[in-house]
């Protein structure tokens, strides 16, 4: 079964509305989270390094005033795209790192991701 | 040149063939290797992990090569549930930072 959630599956918005986006880790305590954007064809490219409690780390290239990051706890994170334009539609995919019993290990686990659809 | 590279495809192979997919990596210091699947429009699944001395999993094969910074993925007796695209991953870190960064993937489609 799935251990990552993300929260919507699938968003239409008009140009200049903000979208949220949640990711939940299921079944263990995800020590950082990750926000990937993927465009058509292309790979998944990091956006942000988040740790619970503390400031997200950006790559560059990244308008960390556009897309807000919270990790409020070992569970979840939410991307926040601020007044979203057209170019930002894009599929964009969460992923959580931490120990889980099942697997006896640290290892990285992917939300099903988002589709936004901005107009 | 970039972190991880891969051939794009996209490879279109009967059932029942065997292909390999190749990757190469840009960073010596890399720690840890993957082979993830993506099938259209979901996110990647991971497949399998990458060990020095390869290793194997039912039809699916990999293997590492520290020297040359390269990792294959084999897969034997294609099936049609094997479409999808293969994406290579590699794991940096340091510093207190950890980062998977992913090939752009190779597209397969097997075909009846």
């Known amino acids: 079964g799935a251990v990552v959630s993300q929260h919507p599956s699938r968003v239409i918005c008009k140009s200049g509305t903000s979208v949220k986006i949640e990711c939940r880790s299921l079944d263990f305590q995800a020590t950082t989270m990750f926000w990937y954007r993927q465009f058509p064809k292309q790979s998944l490219m990091l956006m942000a390094t988040s740790n619970e409690g503390s400031k997200a780390t950006y790559e560059q290239g990244v308008e960390k005033d556009k897309f807000l990051i919270n990790h409020a706890s070992l569970t979840l994170s939410t991307l926040t795209v601020t007044s979203a334009h057209p170019e930002d539609s894009s599929f964009y995919i969460c992923s959580a790192r931490g120990f889980r019993l099942a697997e006896n290990q640290e290892t990285q686990y992917f939300g099903p991701g988002t589709r936004l659809l901005v107009l | 040149r970039k972190e991880v590279e891969q051939d794009p495809g996209p490879f279109n192979v009967p059932e029942g063939a065997t292909v390999a997919f190749n990757c190469t990596y840009s960073?010596?210091?890399?720690?840890?290797f993957f082979w993830y699947r993506q099938d259209c429009r979901k996110e990647p699944k991971l497949l399998m992990s990458?060990?020095?001395s390869g290793n194997e999993d039912g039809r699916f094969t990999a293997q590492l090569n520290r020297a040359s910074q390269y990792i294959s993925l084999l897969i034997r007796d294609s099936k049609l549930s094997d479409s999808a695209t293969y994406l290579c991953?590699?794991?940096?870190?340091?510093?207190?930072?950890?980062?998977?960064?992913f090939g752009k993937g190779t597209k397969l489609s097997v075909i009846p």
């Open positions: 991953a590699v794991i940096n870190s340091g510093a207190g930072s950890y980062q998977l960064t």
């Open positions: 960073n010596s210091a890399s720690q840890s």
């Open positions: 990458v060990y020095s």
